[in-house]
Protein backbone atom coordinates (compact mmCIF):
# COMPACT_ATOMS: atom_id res chain seq x y z
CA UNK A 1 0.00 0.00 0.00
CA UNK A 2 1.78 3.73 -1.36
CA UNK A 3 -0.73 5.53 0.58
CA UNK A 4 -2.99 5.66 3.27
CA UNK A 5 -5.97 7.41 3.88
CA UNK A 6 -7.49 7.71 7.25
CA UNK A 7 -10.82 9.67 5.68
CA UNK A 8 -11.11 7.05 3.19
CA UNK A 9 -10.62 4.04 5.44
CA UNK A 10 -13.49 5.71 7.62
CA UNK A 11 -15.72 6.50 4.85
CA UNK A 12 -15.43 2.28 4.00
CA UNK A 13 -16.38 1.67 7.88
CA UNK A 14 -19.04 4.01 7.95
CA UNK A 15 -20.84 2.15 5.23
CA UNK A 16 -20.37 -1.12 6.65
CA UNK A 17 -21.20 0.16 9.93
CA UNK A 18 -24.11 0.54 8.51
CA UNK A 19 -25.02 -2.25 6.07
CA UNK A 20 -24.65 -4.23 9.08
CA UNK A 21 -26.55 -2.06 11.82
CA UNK A 22 -29.31 -2.14 9.59
CA UNK A 23 -29.24 -5.77 8.51
CA UNK A 24 -28.79 -6.56 12.32
CA UNK A 25 -32.41 -5.00 12.70
CA UNK A 26 -33.97 -6.33 9.62
CA UNK A 27 -36.45 -9.10 11.09
CA UNK A 28 -36.23 -12.70 8.94
CA UNK A 29 -38.88 -14.82 8.53
CA UNK A 30 -39.35 -17.49 11.49
CA UNK A 31 -37.91 -14.98 14.05
CA UNK A 32 -40.22 -13.36 16.59
CA UNK A 33 -38.54 -10.49 16.56
CA UNK A 34 -35.33 -9.25 17.74
CA UNK A 35 -34.15 -6.91 21.13
CA UNK A 36 -32.89 -4.24 19.66
CA UNK A 37 -31.48 -2.57 22.52
CA UNK A 38 -29.41 -5.50 22.28
CA UNK A 39 -28.51 -5.19 18.66
CA UNK A 40 -27.58 -1.34 19.29
CA UNK A 41 -25.27 -2.22 22.62
CA UNK A 42 -23.24 -5.16 20.55
CA UNK A 43 -22.96 -2.99 17.26
CA UNK A 44 -20.88 -0.33 20.24
CA UNK A 45 -19.13 -3.52 21.88
CA UNK A 46 -17.95 -4.08 18.14
CA UNK A 47 -16.40 -0.55 17.24
CA UNK A 48 -16.06 1.13 20.63
CA UNK A 49 -12.35 0.71 22.13
CA UNK A 50 -12.15 -2.55 24.13
CA UNK A 51 -11.78 -0.41 27.45
CA UNK A 52 -14.91 0.63 27.53
CA UNK A 53 -17.64 -1.95 28.57
CA UNK A 54 -20.99 -1.59 26.97
CA UNK A 55 -24.25 -2.26 29.43
CA UNK A 56 -27.59 -1.38 30.75
CA UNK A 57 -29.20 -1.17 33.84
CA UNK A 58 -28.24 1.54 36.71
CA UNK A 59 -26.70 4.24 37.60
CA UNK A 60 -26.21 5.31 41.11
CA UNK A 61 -24.23 8.15 43.17
CA UNK A 62 -22.39 8.21 46.56
CA UNK A 63 -25.47 10.26 48.18
CA UNK A 64 -27.52 7.19 47.13
CA UNK A 65 -29.76 8.74 44.63
CA UNK A 66 -30.12 6.05 41.49
CA UNK A 67 -31.05 6.99 37.86
CA UNK A 68 -34.01 5.51 36.04
CA UNK A 69 -33.48 2.27 34.15
CA UNK A 70 -30.69 3.00 31.22
CA UNK A 71 -30.76 0.96 27.50
CA UNK A 72 -27.10 1.32 27.67
CA UNK A 73 -24.67 2.52 30.12
CA UNK A 74 -20.91 2.99 28.92
CA UNK A 75 -18.01 2.68 31.60
CA UNK A 76 -14.30 3.12 31.64
CA UNK A 77 -13.76 -0.52 32.52
CA UNK A 78 -10.09 0.31 34.41
CA UNK A 79 -11.76 2.15 36.94
CA UNK A 80 -15.17 0.67 37.22
CA UNK A 81 -16.28 -2.11 39.60
CA UNK A 82 -19.80 -3.73 38.67
CA UNK A 83 -22.08 -4.48 41.30
CA UNK A 84 -25.46 -7.15 40.27
CA UNK A 85 -27.93 -8.52 42.07
CA UNK A 86 -29.03 -11.97 42.35
CA UNK A 87 -31.75 -11.40 39.06
CA UNK A 88 -28.97 -9.88 36.87
CA UNK A 89 -29.72 -6.56 37.12
CA UNK A 90 -26.47 -4.34 37.41
CA UNK A 91 -25.92 -0.99 38.91
CA UNK A 92 -22.97 1.20 38.33
CA UNK A 93 -21.14 3.89 40.39
CA UNK A 94 -21.32 7.45 38.56
CA UNK A 95 -17.38 8.43 38.51
CA UNK A 96 -17.03 5.76 36.22
CA UNK A 97 -19.55 6.03 33.58
CA UNK A 98 -18.79 8.23 30.64
CA UNK A 99 -21.81 7.68 28.42
CA UNK A 100 -25.50 6.61 28.56
CA UNK A 101 -28.46 6.31 26.01
CA UNK A 102 -31.61 4.88 25.08
CA UNK A 103 -33.31 3.24 22.57
CA UNK A 104 -36.51 3.71 21.35
CA UNK A 105 -38.34 1.25 18.32
CA UNK A 106 -40.33 4.81 17.43
CA UNK A 107 -40.53 8.31 19.09
CA UNK A 108 -43.44 10.04 17.27
CA UNK A 109 -44.63 11.89 20.47
CA UNK A 110 -44.11 14.68 22.89
CA UNK A 111 -44.93 12.38 25.82
CA UNK A 112 -42.66 9.73 24.92
CA UNK A 113 -39.78 12.13 24.17
CA UNK A 114 -40.46 13.75 27.30
CA UNK A 115 -40.12 10.56 28.71
CA UNK A 116 -36.37 9.83 27.04
CA UNK A 117 -34.98 13.29 28.24
CA UNK A 118 -36.08 12.77 32.29
CA UNK A 119 -34.64 8.97 31.70
CA UNK A 120 -31.17 10.56 30.50
CA UNK A 121 -31.52 12.97 32.80
CA UNK A 122 -31.97 10.83 35.96
CA UNK A 123 -28.02 9.61 35.09
CA UNK A 124 -26.83 13.29 34.09
CA UNK A 125 -27.98 15.09 37.16
CA UNK A 126 -26.21 12.27 40.16
CA UNK A 127 -23.41 13.60 41.29
CA UNK A 128 -20.40 12.37 39.56
CA UNK A 129 -18.26 14.76 42.43
CA UNK A 130 -18.80 12.05 45.45
CA UNK A 131 -19.48 15.27 47.58
CA UNK A 132 -16.00 17.02 46.47
CA UNK A 133 -13.77 13.89 46.96
CA UNK A 134 -13.82 12.65 43.34
CA UNK A 135 -11.01 12.91 41.34
CA UNK A 136 -9.65 12.05 37.72
CA UNK A 137 -5.99 11.25 38.68
CA UNK A 138 -5.07 10.64 35.12
CA UNK A 139 -5.95 14.95 34.41
CA UNK A 140 -5.38 16.23 38.31
CA UNK A 141 -8.90 17.56 37.83
CA UNK A 142 -11.62 17.04 40.96
CA UNK A 143 -14.93 16.26 39.29
CA UNK A 144 -17.22 18.87 38.90
CA UNK A 145 -19.83 18.01 36.58
CA UNK A 146 -22.19 21.38 37.19
CA UNK A 147 -19.54 23.39 35.40
CA UNK A 148 -16.58 21.56 32.76
CA UNK A 149 -18.18 19.18 30.07
CA UNK A 150 -16.17 17.07 30.52
CA UNK A 151 -17.29 16.11 33.59
CA UNK A 152 -20.46 14.64 32.42
CA UNK A 153 -22.06 11.80 31.67
CA UNK A 154 -22.33 11.70 27.60
CA UNK A 155 -26.51 11.30 27.28
CA UNK A 156 -27.74 10.35 23.81
CA UNK A 157 -30.83 8.65 22.22
CA UNK A 158 -30.89 6.35 18.88
CA UNK A 159 -34.54 6.09 17.45
CA UNK A 160 -34.31 2.75 15.25
CA UNK A 161 -37.83 3.33 12.99
CA UNK A 162 -40.58 6.39 12.94
CA UNK A 163 -39.50 9.49 14.45
CA UNK A 164 -40.93 13.11 14.43
CA UNK A 165 -39.98 15.18 11.43
CA UNK A 166 -36.56 16.88 12.21
CA UNK A 167 -37.83 19.92 12.57
CA UNK A 168 -39.99 19.05 14.48
CA UNK A 169 -37.66 17.33 17.00
CA UNK A 170 -35.14 20.24 16.40
CA UNK A 171 -37.93 22.41 18.09
CA UNK A 172 -38.67 20.07 20.90
CA UNK A 173 -35.27 19.40 21.47
CA UNK A 174 -34.78 23.37 22.07
CA UNK A 175 -37.71 23.65 23.91
CA UNK A 176 -36.57 21.34 26.56
CA UNK A 177 -33.16 22.52 27.11
CA UNK A 178 -34.81 25.83 27.63
CA UNK A 179 -36.47 24.76 30.78
CA UNK A 180 -33.45 22.83 32.57
CA UNK A 181 -29.46 23.66 33.72
CA UNK A 182 -27.09 23.35 30.61
CA UNK A 183 -25.35 20.24 33.01
CA UNK A 184 -28.58 18.79 32.36
CA UNK A 185 -29.37 18.77 28.50
CA UNK A 186 -29.05 15.18 26.68
CA UNK A 187 -25.99 15.51 24.33
CA UNK A 188 -27.51 14.15 20.97
CA UNK A 189 -30.45 12.37 18.96
CA UNK A 190 -29.76 10.39 16.42
CA UNK A 191 -32.78 8.86 14.27
CA UNK A 192 -31.48 6.31 11.89
CA UNK A 193 -31.61 7.12 8.32
CA UNK A 194 -33.37 10.71 9.14
CA UNK A 195 -30.62 13.16 11.27
CA UNK A 196 -28.65 13.66 13.80
CA UNK A 197 -29.41 16.50 16.14
CA UNK A 198 -27.22 17.79 18.46
CA UNK A 199 -25.27 21.64 19.53
CA UNK A 200 -23.71 23.89 17.72
CA UNK A 201 -21.06 26.07 19.05
CA UNK A 202 -18.84 28.78 18.00
CA UNK A 203 -16.51 25.93 15.75
CA UNK A 204 -19.35 24.69 14.49
CA UNK A 205 -21.63 21.58 15.18
CA UNK A 206 -20.72 19.92 18.28
CA UNK A 207 -22.34 17.91 21.14
CA UNK A 208 -21.06 20.30 23.95
CA UNK A 209 -23.70 21.90 25.83
CA UNK A 210 -21.69 24.00 28.17
CA UNK A 211 -20.71 26.38 24.89
CA UNK A 212 -23.93 26.04 22.98
CA UNK A 213 -24.54 28.65 20.14
CA UNK A 214 -27.92 26.92 19.40
CA UNK A 215 -29.33 23.30 18.20
CA UNK A 216 -28.21 22.03 15.18
CA UNK A 217 -29.83 19.21 12.68
CA UNK A 218 -27.96 17.47 10.21
CA UNK A 219 -30.43 15.66 8.04
CA UNK A 220 -29.57 12.05 6.07
CA UNK A 221 -30.10 13.81 2.39
CA UNK A 222 -27.36 16.18 3.16
CA UNK A 223 -25.20 13.39 4.83
CA UNK A 224 -24.85 9.78 3.96
CA UNK A 225 -22.72 9.54 6.33
CA UNK A 226 -24.32 10.22 9.72
CA UNK A 227 -24.22 6.45 11.61
CA UNK A 228 -20.04 7.39 11.08
CA UNK A 229 -20.80 11.02 12.97
CA UNK A 230 -22.43 9.07 16.35
CA UNK A 231 -19.39 6.99 15.71
CA UNK A 232 -17.19 9.66 16.20
CA UNK A 233 -18.96 11.83 18.60
CA UNK A 234 -19.53 9.26 20.69
CA UNK A 235 -15.91 7.93 20.76
CA UNK A 236 -14.56 11.28 21.42
CA UNK A 237 -16.97 11.98 23.87
CA UNK A 238 -16.48 8.57 26.17
CA UNK A 239 -12.29 8.71 25.10
CA UNK A 240 -12.34 13.04 26.60
CA UNK A 241 -14.85 12.71 29.61
CA UNK A 242 -13.02 12.05 33.06
CA UNK A 243 -13.61 9.72 35.25
CA UNK A 244 -12.85 8.74 38.71
CA UNK A 245 -11.69 5.47 40.73
CA UNK A 246 -14.59 4.68 43.15
CA UNK A 247 -14.71 6.99 46.43
CA UNK A 248 -14.80 4.34 48.87
CA UNK A 249 -14.34 6.36 51.93
CA UNK A 250 -17.38 9.09 50.33
CA UNK A 251 -19.82 5.41 50.03
CA UNK A 252 -18.22 4.05 53.32
CA UNK A 253 -19.43 6.98 54.91
CA UNK A 254 -23.49 5.81 54.13
CA UNK A 255 -22.20 2.77 55.74
CA UNK A 256 -23.99 1.91 59.73
CA UNK A 257 -20.71 2.30 61.94
CA UNK A 258 -19.21 -1.54 62.87
CA UNK A 259 -20.13 -2.93 65.99
CA UNK A 260 -16.94 -5.74 65.94
CA UNK A 261 -16.02 -6.70 69.41
CA UNK A 262 -13.03 -5.42 70.20
CA UNK A 263 -10.35 -8.37 71.57
CA UNK A 264 -7.91 -5.56 73.83
CA UNK A 265 -7.88 -1.74 73.95
CA UNK A 266 -5.08 0.40 73.37
CA UNK A 267 -5.60 2.69 75.82
CA UNK A 268 -3.85 1.17 78.60
CA UNK A 269 -0.14 -0.26 78.22
CA UNK A 270 0.29 -1.97 74.61
CA UNK A 271 0.25 -5.89 74.32
CA UNK A 272 3.48 -7.07 74.28
CA UNK A 273 4.18 -7.54 70.73
CA UNK A 274 3.06 -3.72 70.04
CA UNK A 275 5.24 -2.90 72.53
CA UNK A 276 8.39 -4.51 71.23
CA UNK A 277 7.31 -2.73 68.19
CA UNK A 278 7.51 0.44 69.49
CA UNK A 279 10.63 0.06 71.33
CA UNK A 280 12.44 -1.35 67.90
Excluded at 69 to 92: H, M
Excluded at 94 to 113: D, F, I, N, Y
Excluded at 269 to 277: A, E, G, I, N, R
Amino acid sequence: MDNFSLLSLLQASGKRMKEELRERLTPHPGELGSNREEIIRDFLRRYLPRRFEVSHGFVFDASGRVSKQLDIVVVDSQVCPRFETAGGIRFFPCESVVAVGQVKSSLTGRRELKEVFENLESAKSLDRSAGGRAVDTTHQERIDPTTNHLHQIFTFVVVIGKALDGKSLQTEFLNHILESAPHLWPNLIYALDKYIITFCCDGGVCPNPMDARGVALQPTDRDDDLLMKLYLLLGMAIETTRVASLPYWEYLSRITPWSADVGYSCDGPLPPYLSSLANW
